[in-house]
């Protein structure tokens, strides 16, 4: 039998944290920005450690996404992930999931801001002006893990072993990217005002859960319009099991300036999967029955990246 290292994943099992940033980059032109790119994602795990040693019951990590556009020129010689390719347009009837650019993710999460700032202040240091920032967006843990539509958000993720089983890629789906996973992220604004004028049965029913008390409402039947819950519920079309990712929706906003938004962001083991979500959520199904949350929430970004191992990380700076 042969003897392989064994392949450490990044933190994508990470706890959901009080506060996190979510920083996207571009990368810039020219073989010394790749080569700065490259020795600074090799020192993420490094910098992780120095900045969570801070504190160490504050659960910091950070997890780093490769774009679709900048894999090859980044990481040559390693094999581009099987279904690794950009953020697909979707274009509904009533409403688009735009596609954005970006090279880089940094989701940099803790139970402290001062410790995610702290993570960003030294990385921006380590990356210089190889990188331009895209967005940059901050969020936070709002009362009991509620979006700003008031909802609990986040009941559906899988736990214990079913974590990693969601998001983690094995040998077997894909042995080159073995250990990864990839995530999709979308930064929605809502319109609060539309949304609160709506009753509280009204929205129960565009998301499928009771608002207070969070007990699911029954699925709706297949020729009516379905709420957000069952929309993105999608099953194996082999055994009919259900395929789970794991979300860390986040709110952000800022009410002087009327801003008020959920940062989607959903890590899964199959691209497909989030894809098909997306799909029933924007074509609707069946087409033209799309998520009525999007009457009340506009996607501004929506890029797709692939979170390399924690060892193929590690391994980029010995050039
Ligand atoms: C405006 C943006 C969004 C908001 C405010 C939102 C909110 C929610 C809420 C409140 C729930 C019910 C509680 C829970 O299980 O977490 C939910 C469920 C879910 N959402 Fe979203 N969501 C958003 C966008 C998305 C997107 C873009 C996707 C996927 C591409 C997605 C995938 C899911 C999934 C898979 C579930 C669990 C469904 C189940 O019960 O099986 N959500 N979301
Ligand atoms: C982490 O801290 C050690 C010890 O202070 C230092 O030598 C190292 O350069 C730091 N790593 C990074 C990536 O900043
Ligand atoms: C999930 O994977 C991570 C990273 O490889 C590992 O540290 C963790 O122990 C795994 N969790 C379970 C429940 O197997």
Redesign the pocket.
């Known amino acids: 039998m042969s003897r392989r290292t064994p392949i450490e994943s990044q933190r994508v099992d990470a706890p959901l944290t009080q506060s996190a940033t979510f920083l996207v980059l571009s990368v810039a032109d020219g073989p010394d920005a790749v080569r700065t790119v490259r020795s600074a994602l090799s020192s993420v795990d490094d910098l992780s450690k120095n900045v969570s040693i801070r504190d160490l019951d504050a659960s910091f990590a950070c997890t780093v996404g490769i774009g679709s556009e900048v894999w090859d020129r980044l990481l040559p010689g390693i094999s581009r992930p099987a279904e690794l390719h950009p953020f697909p347009k979707i274009e509904g009837k009533v409403h688009t999931a735009v596609s954005t650019p970006g090279d880089l993710l940094f989701h940099v999460r803790a139970q402290r801001r001062d410790l995610c700032f702290e993570f960003e202040r030294q990385l921006t240091d380590l990356l210089g002006d190889s990188v331009k920032v895209v967005d940059s967006t901050v969020g936070f843990r709002y009362f009991d893990v509620r979006?700003l539509?008031g909802?609990?958000?986040?009941?559906?993720?899988p736990v214990g072993q079913a974590v990693n089983d969601s998001v983690l890629i094995t040998e077997a789906d894909d042995s080159n990217s073995a250990g990864g996973s990839y995530v999709?992220i979308?930064k929605?604004v809502?319109d609060l005002k539309r949304w609160k004028s709506l009753s509280t049965e009204k929205q129960e029913s565009i998301?499928?859960?009771t608002k207070f008390d969070?007990v699911?409402l029954d699925d709706q039947d297949d020729d009516k319009q379905k709420p957000?819950?069952q929309l993105?519920?999608i099953e194996d079309p082999h055994t009919g099991a259900?395929l789970?990712?794991l979300?860390d929706?986040m709110p952000f906003g800022n009410p002087g300036q009327g801003e008020f938004g959920?940062y989607?962001i959903?890590y899964s083991r199959k691209l497909w999967v989030?894809e098909q979500?997306?799909e029933r959520?924007f074509v609707g199904n069946p087409p033209g029955l799309h998520d009525r949350?999007l009457d009340y929430?506009t996607p501004l970004t929506g890029t797709t990246f692939f979170v390399p191992s924690a060892t193929v990380l590690a391994g980029l700076g010995d050039d």
């Open positions: 979006d539509l909802f609990v958000d986040g009941t559906a993720n999709v979308q929605y809502h998301i499928g859960r969070n699911e957000h819950k993105a519920n259900e789970s990712i979300r929706n959920t989607f959903g989030i979500m997306l959520m949350i929430s």
